[in-house]
């Protein structure tokens, strides 16, 4: 039984879960290390694991009843950013107060704050080459949420790692996922490239950048990257 899909946001993860410990420790008299408690509590919700079940939640806050930019009436993509470049909130969650960035563009401290940052797009970055000179860029993050939310984020990770980050289909996959609909809103660019392709019948290369995927990571979902114990 699947239960997580009932939750609305990560806060009722937390207040469940914090549930559950008092169940077993006032009912059953079994205190539970935290660790043990988080585990136990997503496998009851039917999630996979702990980061799973904190991943599904996450996301579903970022696109949950936002489906047009609060300043500019844009659509949102999949993480819940406008797809205007133009945009503040191509940048920043809608959480924040618009008029407050543009007011403290010139004084920016608060935006280092720990709060903000966590508001901050992060992107992956990632290239789809047709040859050498004729290439796009995108930001690949959309692709590695889904990746988390299904519980493949650390195998897809370690399959990149093995190709080197770029040239097999393990990069290809990155920028195919964009093809489909329900991912592709706001990267015309990725499916213009797919349509040339099949147009010229050509290949393409995907590459992605290791660096900016650690960054995603550390901001999005640090314990994952802690729990593969690897370093690139
Ligand atoms: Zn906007």
């Known amino acids: 039984m699947n239960i997580i899909n009932k939750l609305t946001d990560p806060a009722e993860l937390i207040s469940f879960r914090d549930h559950v410990g008092k169940v077993m420790l006032q ?19 039917g999630a996979k694991d702990w980061n799973t079940a904190q991943g599904m939640l996450a996301k579903k806050e970022a696109t949950w ?6 300043r500019c ?3 949102m993509d999949v993480m819940g950013f ?7 909130f191509n940048d920043w969650s809608q959480e924040i107060d618009s008029e407050e960035i543009y007011y403290n563009n010139e ?21 789809i080459a047709i040859d050498d000179d004729c290439f796009e860029k995108f930001d690949a993050a959309p692709y590695f949420m889904d990746a988390l939310i299904n ?11 093995e190709i080197g980050w770029r040239g097999d289909y393990q990069a290809d996959e990155v920028a ?30 995907v590459e992605i950048s290791s660096s900016s995927l650690k ?13 593969m114990n690897i370093d690139f």
Not at 82 to 88: A, G, H, S, W
Not at 110 to 125: D, F, G, H, P
Not at 215 to 227: A, G, I, K, Y
């Open 215 to 227: 960054d995603w990571l550390l901001q999005n979902h640090p314990s994952v990257l802690h729990s």
């Open 151 to 161: 519980g493949k984020l650390e195998k897809v990770v370690l399959d990149l790692i």
């Open 107 to 127: 004084c920016p401290e608060e935006l280092q704050s720990e709060w903000y940052k966590t508001k901050k797009r992060i992107r992956v970055e990632a290239t």
């Open 65 to 70: 009843d936002v489906n047009c930019c609060k």
């Open 176 to 205: 195919m996922f964009f093809e489909l609909s329900e991912s592709g809103v706001g990267y015309d660019n990725v499916i213009a490239v797919f349509a040339y392709l099949r147009i010229k019948q050509k290949g393409f290369e």
């Open 82 to 88: 406008c797809v205007d470049e133009t945009c503040i």
């Open 73 to 75: 009436g844009s659509l």
């Open 27 to 45: 009912k059953m008299s079994l205190p539970l290390k935290p660790s043990k408690l988080n585990e136990l509590t997503a496998s009851l919700l």
